[in-house]
């Protein structure tokens, strides 16, 4: 079958099998960013937004992504770039496989413009396992990154 | 320490854009598009011989291209352990056999057009097994009936104990002294048993690799490896294609820990690629991570140790048994590892012994983990040293700094153990593990919250600490090299065979050679890992490569200089000492005249006695210098429920210099993160028939940033004159205390004793109702008026 | 989870047609199963396009539509009103941002998992379920049921009476299952406490409840023989998360801790 979506600004038309996932289908059209950690929705890696919310593509019907807008880290490449910079100052970032969910998880916090403490920063990122900087590296970072942008 | 400009100085890693914004990096980022999928068929035993195997259905299926099973590969057992070689592991593993000795051992492999079509294969595969008795309990594996390795061509490289009709992969001793007649002669003596638990690496990107053949008709492997140049002499040997025929790339790696220190799924991608002339690709589901790499080894230590009454330890003697499950990679080494980098802690004993065995079973293989046996001893002992403590009536920190090794001490366990062989004798030119001790006492608060706090009626704090020491790589076996090359403009590549998997050793390479070269890290292109271009190096393992492949980086860069100047001088028409280097321009001293590095560069290029400069150096260290390492750590812990919080955890540490102070701190609080995990709630757990319970990130818990409230890192002043610019390794210290640490706040909060890990609330309740009901007792005895 | 077709329902009836065509037709609420799930189907029915992802109150009752995402309800002022916000704060607990924001109440009340921590609070507040053919169904009911459910759930009623209420998961770390979770809706007449992931799916401590209602008003030693009734009467079972021992002390513990807090004492 055939979707119709918009993917990071551009309409995007897939050609798909009824049951395919998300994260499966952006791979299969060159998003390399989109990579997954786990079969089980539950490291976070391959985060995506769908209308500006976080979900695991890994889970995502691509079915179900008709109409929508997709955002992929390639989509918010400058964002991305400044929070790299925010990590690289904290030293937060070591293997990076799951920086791209991170940083599109954070961006859809960014725009949310909802204030956060650290306790909340920590449990809104609950689901990004990171198994390489011991998180409170990355918790730093995030804080500057979402300082400078208000 | 002389001014430095780069090093030790706030560096961003020089990866870390690209790799944030979603660029190819990784291993399956390289897949050709046309790639056949490889999906493997995995044993439902845990031991059992394969009586028939009828792979023709499969075959059959449209979009198959090919089935592997044993009887396509050669017979050449090799190690799958990605370390020095000859290794100290045994040669115990075939790339597919016709026996399986786990649930999730290999049998068969389908390379199909794609995964659908190839998981659709695997059912189609006709297996007859013979089922065998599996040995799951590694405290009855040696001697049992059941033997797991009886097949005949399986040897070993050189002794380590190897007898594997006894279910014994290696076995070692060694003794200094007498301990029997120490321990027996002691005035106070405490002996108790510590269980360590299987723990999984789970890096998150999953283990990968793909393979195509060149155009050069030579066999090309991309892998997420921590070891590309094993893994090439590994193929080369066990599928019996010339080492000049294979080339391994190794591109970004998410993460390894140990855990890509050794084959996984490349015997069966170079095997379809090599028979099919086709590109494959491999990437393990997240279940076969955990249910078919490798784990922490679980070990059972015995740890006895006698004092004098005044607190001077004066015997430790610690039996281990080690559980390598189904092969033996790294077997002897990590077991030996629990000895030689903690014993040495205490090295003012008169005597002490380190022994044991180190025995199949059939689970998953065990391997390399950072931390690498240390850990497991590290609990083991430094629980012992806080009950020797309290058997003393000493504080627990009284005691270590009265005995632990100082700057300028040496122990005889150097020179008696290595990895695999002897070791090498070396004193401790940097050790400020004295002053890690009395900075984390400041840091925790340790003074007023020692043992332990009241806060509420079911609450209390408490804190616990461990000391701790690593190493920095394995002296006289592994060796790292460094090629720089001067471009045009005035630029530099730098190619190390080092292996960058996260922890940033491309950018702390670079930083060492914009260093000495003086220039911005930007200058300097790092390339690494690459064994067709790249010189060699053992690999990132073995807290190595700051201090191995640094110290070679370090040299590398020492000659390029040298060379330039000499450029400088010929260009300038003075002798070399006339010049005074600067980094991007060179001054001739005698009438201040300047040639930049921009103008030298381009004239050797195209317009003056054109040559490209290009300078390797190797390195292979002659000793191994310790990192050490304080860990404090103070929990909140609900006493009816045993469950507890992590409210700081502390780390004061002496890695040397460190080159990127920010990197440095990232190695100390994810090793220490993951340490807490093995502490608290990792653990991988199997059903009574040998299945993989834990397979999934929903059952195996590793922490997340809300789990642990806060991390205190800070860095000894401290200079390693044998490391580059000072600087010792870090990469492993970090995970070392913190089981020990915890199971030490916990007793100090109830008085009750974890002795196996995780230190789990349901452990602690159950010990506390144990203590609880023999003071009942010991009440009710009383009162008969018997004296307790 | 495999299929051969995706149908997009348009209206409730369509979807129920056809579930009722082919005994392995599905239908898909998060979809945050289906990768795990074997399952080979012939169509997966989608609601997405029914307007059932909206939360509506009146005066009495809160109405969440099947296909309202965790989040939704996480952030829902409405929910956070009742009975303390429990429902609301033991959502904020099932696993990462990105799965609640896929998450639906339906999927997770349908699936009538062990594990859950949607059903244990919902079934303290005594929530109703209403289906396309059956009606409306109370929770309690529904979770006795057996076997596959081929009616359509197209929203959980919960009445906003006032209460207080008490939630506690205990879970290893923060991204877990519980090993354990304990809800408690103390209303003007009569308190429901619901026990959870013992492991099996979250039953009402009914003997517990009962003395509790015969009893005069509550205080400490009235509190400490319901909360040992909670561990006594119910069954608790091991598995490799914790042992039914473990399970047993923790609900007694926190049935305890709970009641007082709904009563008002300080424990």
Redesign the interface.
């Given at each position: 079958?055939k979707i119709e979506t918009v993917v990071n600004g551009h309409k995007r038309i897939f050609d798909i099998t009824?049951?395919e996932?998300l994260a499966d289908t952006l791979k299969r059209y060159d998003y390399t960013s989109v990579r997954k950690g786990c079969?089980?929705?539950?490291c976070?890696v391959c985060?995506i937004l769908v209308d500006g919310?976080?979900?695991?593509s890994?889970?995502?019907?691509t079915?179900?992504a008709?109409g929508k807008e997709i955002t992929t880290v390639e989509g918010i490449a400058e964002e991305a770039e400044r929070l790299a910079e925010h990590f690289g100052d904290e030293g937060a970032d070591q293997c990076g496989f799951c920086n791209p969910g991170i940083a599109l998880?954070v961006h859809a916090l960014k725009l949310s413009r909802k204030s956060f403490t650290e306790e909340n920063l920590r449990?809104?990122?609950?689901?990004?396992?990171c198994r390489c900087s011991g998180y409170q590296s990355q918790i730093k970072a995030i804080q500057r990154y979402l300082g400078d942008a208000k | 320490m002389k001014k430095t400009k780069t090093v030790n100085q706030k560096v961003r890693s020089i990866d870390g854009k690209g790799i944030m914004m979603g660029r190819a990096a990784y291993t399956d980022d390289f897949a050709p598009k046309a790639a056949l999928v490889i999906k493997v068929l995995r044993s439902p035993h845990a031991f059992a011989r394969i009586k028939r195997i009828d792979k023709s259905k499969a075959e059959a299926l449209p979009g198959v291209e090919i089935v592997l099973t044993h009887e396509d590969f050669p017979r050449n057992p090799f190690t799958r352990a990605g370390q020095g070689y000859p290794e100290p592991s045994p040669h115990d593993k075939f790339a597919l056999d016709d026996h399986v000795r786990y649930v999730g051992d290999e049998i068969a492999c389908v390379a199909a057009h794609d995964e659908k079509t190839a998981e659709a294969a695997l059912k189609l595969i006709e297996v007859d097994y013979e089922v065998k008795e599996p040995v799951l309990d590694f405290e009855k594996a040696k001697g049992n009936e059941s033997v797991i390795h009886a097949e005949e061509s399986i040897h070993e490289m050189f002794p380590i104990g190897f007898d594997p009709e006894k279910n014994v992969a290696a076995a070692y001793h060694m003794e200094v002294d007498d301990v029997e007649k120490r321990l027996s002669e002691s005035e106070v003596t405490i002996e108790s048993s510590f269980y360590t638990q299987a723990q999984a690496h789970t890096a998150l990107e999953p283990h990968t690799v793909n393979a195509r053949i060149d155009y050069l008709n030579r066999l090309v492997i991309y892998s997420s490896t921590q070891t590309p140049f094993h893994v090439r002499r590994i193929l080369s040997q066990a599928l019996e294609i010339p080492l000049n025929r294979i080339r391994v790339i190794k591109p970004r790696v998410g993460g390894g820990f140990g855990g890509k220190q050794a084959i996984h799924g490349e015997m069966l991608a170079a095997m379809v690629t090599m028979k099919t002339k086709k590109p494959s690709r491999l990437t393990y589901t997240r279940k076969e991570v955990f249910e078919a790499t490798y784990s922490r080894h679980p070990m059972r230590i015995d740890m006895r140790l006698g004092a004098t009454k005044d607190g001077r330890i004066t015997a430790i003697d610690c039996y281990g048994l080690s559980d390598t499950g189904a092969y033996g990679e790294h077997a002897l080494t990590v077991f030996m590892v629990t000895g030689s980098k903690v014993l040495p802690l205490y090295n003012k004993v008169d005597a002490v012994r380190f022994h044991g065995d180190i025995v199949y079973t059939n689970r998953m293989s065990s391997g390399a983990f950072r931390g690498y046996g240390a850990v497991q001893g590290n609990y083991a002992l430094e629980s012992a040293i806080d009950m020797l403590a309290e058997k003393l009536g000493m504080d627990p920190l009284a005691l270590r700094q009265k005995n632990m090794i100082a700057e300028g001490e040496s122990s005889p366990i150097f020179e008696i153990m290595g990895e695999g062989t002897a070791g090498t004798a070396m004193n401790m030119e940097s050790c400020k593990l004295d002053y890690c001790v009395k900075r984390g006492m400041e840091l925790i608060g340790y003074k007023d919250k020692y043992p332990r706090q009241e806060i509420g009626?079911?609450k209390l704090r408490s804190v616990g600490m461990a000391i701790a020491m690593q190493g920095s790589g394995i002296p006289y076996i592994d060796m790292g090299a460094a090629t720089i090359k001067l471009n045009d403009d005035g630029f530099y590549n730098l190619l190390v065979g080092a292996t960058d998997i996260g922890q940033g050793s491309d950018t702390i390479l670079a930083q060492i050679a914009a260093e000495e070269l003086g220039v911005d890290v930007e200058k300097m292109v790092v390339y690494s890992s690459d064994t067709d271009l790249t010189p060699f190096d053992a690999g990132a393992y073995a807290s190595s490569t700051t201090y191995v492949s640094g110290n070679a980086v370090w040299k590398a860069a020492k000659t390029m200089k040298e060379r330039l100047i000499a450029e400088a001088a010929r260009s300038l028409g003075v002798e070399p000492e006339d010049i005074e280097f600067q980094g991007t321009s060179f001054k001739n001293k005698k009438d201040d005249e300047e040639l930049t590095l921009s103008d030298l560069s381009n004239t050797l290029f195209y317009n003056d006695d054109q040559k490209q400069l290009s300078v390797t150096e190797s390195y292979y260290g002659t000793k191994s210098p310790p990192p050490f390492m304080a860990g404090f750590v103070e929990i909140e812990i609900d006493k009816?429920?045993g469950?507890y919080e992590v409210i700081d955890y502390v780390s004061v540490v002496d890695c040397g210099v460190t080159i990127n102070p920010k990197l440095a701190q990232g190695q100390i609080e994810g090793g220490v993160v993951q340490g807490l995990g093995m502490a608290?709630?990792e653990d991988v757990?199997i059903a009574a028939n040998g299945k993989l319970?834990?397979a999934d990130f929903?059952?195996y818990?590793?922490?997340?940033g809300?789990?642990i409230r806060k991390l205190t890192t800070e860095f000894a002043e401290s200079y390693e004159k044998s490391g580059p610019y000072g600087a010792k390794s870090v990469g492993e210290i970090g995970i070392d205390t913190p089981p020990a640490a915890i199971a030490n706040a916990v007793y100090n909060a109830l008085g009750v004793r974890i002795k196996s890990l995780p230190v789990t609330?349901?452990k602690i309740?159950?010990a506390l109702k144990e203590k609880n009901g023999k003071h009942h007792m010991m009440g009710m005895r009383s009162h008969d008026g018997r004296n307790l | 989870?495999?299929?051969?077709?995706?149908h997009?329902a348009e209206s409730i009836e369509d979807a129920y047609e056809i579930l009722q065509k082919d005994k392995t037709n599905t239908i898909?609420g998060?979809?945050?199963w289906?990768?795990?799930s074997r399952r080979e189907i012939d169509t997966?029915v989608?609601l997405?396009d029914l307007g059932l992802d909206t939360i509506e109150e009146d005066e009495d009752v809160i109405r969440i539509g099947a296909m309202t995402t965790l989040?939704r309800i996480e952030e829902s002022d409405a929910l956070r009103n009742v009975a303390s916000g429990i429902f609301p704060r033991a959502v904020?607990f099932i696993?990462?941002?990105?799965?609640r924001?896929?998450a639906t109440i339906g999927g997770s009340v349908m699936g009538r998992y062990g594990f859950s921590d949607c059903i244990t609070p919902l079934l303290a507040l005594d929530a109703r379920l209403d289906f396309h053919e059956r009606g409306t169904v109370p929770l309690v009911d529904f979770l006795h049921e057996k076997g596959k459910v081929t009616d359509i759930l197209k929203a959980v009623i919960i009445e906003k009476s006032a209460a207080k209420g008490f939630f506690k998961k205990?879970q290893?770390?923060?991204?877990?299952?519980p090993i354990l979770n304990v809800a408690i809706v103390k209303k003007e007449k009569g308190t429901r406490i619901a026990i959870g992931s013992r492991p099996s799916v979250a039953s009402l401590a009914k003997e517990a409840m009962e003395y509790l209602e015969k009893a005069p008003t509550p205080d400490e030693v009235i509190i400490a023989e319901t909360a040992r009734l909670a561990k006594e009467t119910l069954k608790y079972s091991s598995n490799?998360?914790?042992?039914a021992e473990?399970r047993a002390?923790?609900a007694e513990?926190y049935t305890r801790r709970g009641l007082m807090e709904v009563n008002g004492l300080e424990?």
């Open positions: 079958m009824p049951d996932l079969d089980t929705t539950s976070g985060t919310s976080p979900v695991p890994c889970a995502y019907l079915a179900r008709e998880s449990h809104y990122l609950v689901g990004h396992l | 009626k079911n009816e429920t469950e608290m709630t757990k319970i834990t929903l059952n818990k590793i922490p997340t809300k789990d609330p349901e309740l159950s | 989870m495999k299929f051969a077709n995706y997009r898909v998060g979809g945050l289906l990768k795990l997966a989608d997405c989040s904020s696993m990462g941002v990105q799965l924001n896929v205990v290893k770390t923060a991204h877990d299952f490799h998360r914790a042992s473990y002390h923790l513990v424990d």
